[in-house]
């Protein structure tokens, strides 16, 4: 977390390029995420979100500030919270269960057309090498970008980039949310199937949450531990990937 802000004074140019290439798909995901929750909401019959012009992709209608000055400073960040008021639910758990996996899953849907994209330019840039080389593709958005630019040209290998970031960007956002810790979705998941509780915790009980969440947070561990889970998630979706371009001849 914290080696992104040094790098700010280590490497400036190359932290600027970065967060210039990383920010359009952050912006995207959050904004999506919480596009599906008011989405859903809607469809569920809660009209709040969109009442309150959250029903939308603009970012500035999701973006809250101390969340944005994080991402710009430490590159981590979070949106507002679409809100919701459950009393409008036409079945007031099951659509509370649907309202929370519906950021997630259209978080895991842009990972997937993210990858896809990649891949197809990773399969574009080493057709040239021949057979044997479409391996490469399940590992399309882990390549060295300097490969990319030396085959398809540089604009292509920051398109590239941009597209991995995004990639990482919403992976990431749908393991962390599936977390069973309140207020993430993950909490409304299991309370819903499994404890049958009030759905949303009390105030004391999500500030002790997330006091916990930020002292793993700092700790490292929970970097740690999504980054296992991030790079599990994306090997598993390249072997997919890799087989899928073989049985069309993509590779």
Not at 71 to 83: D, E, I, S
Not at 100 to 105: H, K, M, Q, R
Not at 212 to 233: I, K, Q, T
Request: with cysteine.
């Amino acid at each position: 977390m914290f080696g992104y802000f040094s790098s700010l004074f280590e490497d400036p140019r190359s932290t600027l390029i970065f967060f210039l290439l990383a920010f359009p798909g952050r912006l995207l995901a959050i904004s999506a995420h919480e596009y599906a929750h008011a989405w859903e909401a809607d469809r569920c019959g809660d009209p709040t979100a969109r009442m309150m012009g959250r029903l939308t992709l603009n970012p500035l209608k999701h973006l809250d500030l101390v969340g944005a000055l994080m991402m710009l400073l430490l590159g981590f960040g979070w949106a507002r919270p679409v809100p919701v008021n459950p009393r409008n639910y036409r079945n007031y758990r099951r659509d509370d269960l649907k309202v929370s996996l519906a950021g997630v899953t259209m978080n895991l849907l842009l990972t997937v057309a993210g990858f896809l994209a990649a891949a197809v330019m990773a399969a574009v840039a080493v057709r040239p090498m021949g057979a044997g080389y479409g391996v490469l593709v399940r590992y399309a958005v882990s390549l060295n970008p300097e490969f990319i630019s030396a085959t398809l040209g540089r604009l292509c290998s920051y398109i590239y980039q941009m597209l991995c970031y995004f990639v990482y960007t919403n992976i990431s956002l749908a393991i962390f949310n599936l977390l069973p810790v309140p207020p993430l979705d993950g909490y409304h998941v299991v309370n819903d199937l499994l404890l049958k509780r009030n759905l949303f915790a009390t105030e004391k009980v999500q500030r002790i949450a997330m006091g916990a969440m930020l002292l793993l947070m700092f700790s490292g561990l929970l970097g740690e531990g999504l980054g296992y889970a991030v790079n599990a998630a994306l090997s598993g979706l390249g072997w997919v990937v890799q087989h899928l371009f073989e049985l069309i001849g993509a590779v």
